[in-house]
């Protein structure tokens, strides 16, 4: 039976060859430049660096992108404070990809080089696009494969492998004139090394400080799925509400969820304003603990601060000035952009041990940060 | 073998509703809302993958925030 | 060895979509449908204006990019063709036409604009992707139909507009 269904859906597809009816007409990305500086600055560490995009057709039907981005760390960070000494370092990543329209999808492929003097990570990934009911929904299909490779300053025999499997389902709905959805699902599996080779966790001891280091040990694998939801609605001329929803989980026990809700201005067709607020807040992993009972106490250990219970929220300004490129003939369009990000992390179960004083009872950490970015984007 | 089955099964239902003459209830004609740079969920892909870049760093969850979910507000 | 399984489904899933791809050009031999719109200045403009005429009739709005970037190359055929029995008709789909007005002014066409604000030319020729291209041949009959627009499709229009001028 199953055999016979299946057949004659099979058969669909081709008969949908002699349906003269089109469908609708997908477009490539416009091509477009962008020049970006970032810059992060929170809890001790700061990281700035350029991000250069450039995306272009090269014919019709395919359109090329390449990207440029560097990370410049420096971190004293509550981790680095704790237990090593604050260094500085740099992350360069390079990706290519190609987009390439065929009839109403688009097929793409693309491929990241990251690097850094202790770790190296590759991924390659492929999607498909396609519109269907008369382009009310886009559909979207998303493998990416990566590839790690860990490495530690301190010990340049050690190198330990990762691979990571990415699935994504995107579906982006025309609901009316004025609104308009998208859902998202993402699954990821990793599998291999997983932990930094120099966080360490604490466990109580004897002694004046009441606590010793260990290095951490994280599980061999780890799966996740998230499922987002978002829409933007289109209140008048100018004037767009947006939000969002995601739900997490994962195999190492991390529940979260995250919310956003923005305003979009335009402002004189030449200014657009935007504001938005984020909230996030995450459960700890099974195996996380501020302090172990002794050492070695569990197979799996781990006390980073990104695997504890906290929240965090954001808030989020940004303004694009658009200029006349009037006198500039090969440009179609211009903007300028500054975007400022404020976040505030609190966390629940993850003690400042800078603090000193009786082991398991500092406060907890909490540290505000600052994202700024600057960027000018060409149309042409 | 089952999944591929299946997946082939999705496929080719994706095909059949993309060719189907069902009427879209927004006409392509009727998207001068919807086709306004302010509607758009990716005005600004560097800022935006920049931003979840900055949280995935920091946070536990991941997945499901990029370009083609929910907008980053990034302008 | 399961991974394995679900790379080659995706794969499957790509090759089943290939499998299906639409014709994004028609054929067809069928009247078109008349329509009266008015242009800029108010002055009603009939389809049956231009019997005997090879018409180009092109569905746009200030909105689509695509539209956007056909404009002056639809400029350019109808200088070229009008003199041989040619006309192009612009027929914009806002409900707002000051919008198109702003285009214009920077874009500006000689060929007839008319204005489609209730969008019932629209529906009567079922414009499914923006822009939408129909090629009325000189006795009237819708020839060919180009759905959106990429790259060297005025090319098409070209070829497609000579043979008919030419019947």
């Not at chain 1, 010990?155 to 492998?161: I, T, V």
């Not at chain 3, 009603?44 to 005997?52: A, F």
């Amino acid at each position: 039976m199953l055999r016979r269904i299946s057949v004659s859906w099979l058969l669909a597809p081709l008969a949908c060859l002699l349906v003269i009816q089109p469908c609708m007409a997908q477009v490539l990305p416009e091509d477009r430049a962008d020049i970006m500086v970032h810059s992060y600055d929170g809890g001790g560490v700061t990281v700035t660096g350029p991000s250069l995009l450039v995306r272009k057709k090269v014919t019709k039907d395919l359109s090329l992108t390449a990207n440029y981005y560097v990370d410049s760390i420096s971190s004293a960070s509550i981790d680095v404070l704790s237990y090593a000494s604050p260094y500085k370092e740099k992350r360069t990543e390079v990706s290519v990809g190609a987009d390439y329209l065929l009839g109403d999808t688009i097929l793409s492929a693309g491929f990241t080089n990251s690097n850094e003097n202790d770790f190296k990570a590759q991924t390659a990934s492929f999607g498909v696009r396609q519109e269907i009911f008369g382009g009310l929904t886009v559909v979207s299909l998303g493998y990416a494969r990566g590839w790690d490779q860990v490495g530690q300053i301190t010990d340049l025999d050690f190198s330990r492998e990762a691979e990571k499997r990415l699935y994504r389902l995107g579906v982006s709905q025309v609901i009316t004139k004025k609104f308009v959805m998208n859902m998202d699902f993402e699954g990821i599996t990793d599998q291999g090394y997983l932990n930094n080779p120099y966080r360490q966790v604490r466990y109580e001891a004897p002694g004046a400080q009441g606590y010793l280091w260990q290095s951490e040990i994280y599980p061999e694998t780890r799966t996740s799925g998230a499922v987002s939801l978002g829409g933007r609605y289109f209140l008048g001329e100018g004037s767009v509400v947006y939000g969002s929803a995601r739900v997490y989980s994962d195999t190492w026990g991390i529940d979260a969820w995250n919310t956003k809700a923005g305003y979009t201005y335009i402002h004189n067709k030449k200014w657009i304003f935007d504001a938005s607020y984020r909230y996030y807040t995450q459960s700890s992993a099974d195996f996380y603990s501020d302090m172990f009972p002794y050492v070695d106490a569990q197979n799996f250990l781990g006390r980073d601060k990104e695997i504890s219970t906290f929240n965090d929220h954001s808030i989020r300004f940004d303004v694009t000035y658009d200029f006349a490129v009037d006198k500039w003939k090969f440009l179609e369009r211009g903007t300028l952009n500054f975007g400022y990000n404020h976040i505030l992390f609190s966390y629940d179960d993850f003690r400042n041990v800078l603090e000193g004083g009786p082991a398991g009872t500092e406060s907890f950490y909490d540290f505000n940060a600052g994202v700024i970015n600057v960027f000018v984007s060409f149309w042409f | 073998m089952h999944r591929l089955i299946r997946l082939l099964l999705i496929a080719a239902l994706l095909q059949v509703a993309a060719c189907s003459s069902v009427e879209p209830w927004v006409k392509p004609y009727e998207r001068a809302n919807l086709a306004t740079e302010e509607m758009k969920f990716d005005r600004n892909p560097v800022c935006e993958s920049y931003m979840n870049h900055v949280y995935e760093a920091r946070e536990g969850a991941r997945g499901a925030s990029g370009s083609a979910g929910a907008g980053c507000g990034c302008n | 060895m399961i991974a394995r399984n679900k790379f080659s489904s995706f794969l499957a899933l790509i090759l089943a979509m290939l499998l299906s791809l639409p014709a994004v050009a028609g054929n067809t031999d069928k009247p078109a449908t008349p329509f009266s719109l008015p242009d800029s200045s108010g002055t009603m403009i009939s389809l049956d204006d231009y019997k005997g005429q090879v018409v180009l009739i092109n569905f746009w709005a200030s909105w689509c990019g695509p539209c956007r970037k056909e404009m002056p190359l639809l400029e350019a055929l109808h200088q070229r063709y009008e003199p041989l029995g040619f006309t192009m008709l612009g027929i914009n789909v806002e409900e707002d036409s000051s919008l198109a007005d702003g285009f214009l002014r920077d874009t500006p066409v000689t060929f007839p604009i008319l204005y489609d604000r209730e969008n019932t030319v629209s529906k009567s020729y079922d414009v499914i992707a923006m822009p939408t291209t129909i090629i009325v041949d000189r006795e009237g009959n819708v020839r060919f139909i180009h759905h959106g627009y990429k790259d060297g499709y005025e090319n098409d229009y070209q070829d497609q507009v000579r043979t008919l001028i030419r019947e």
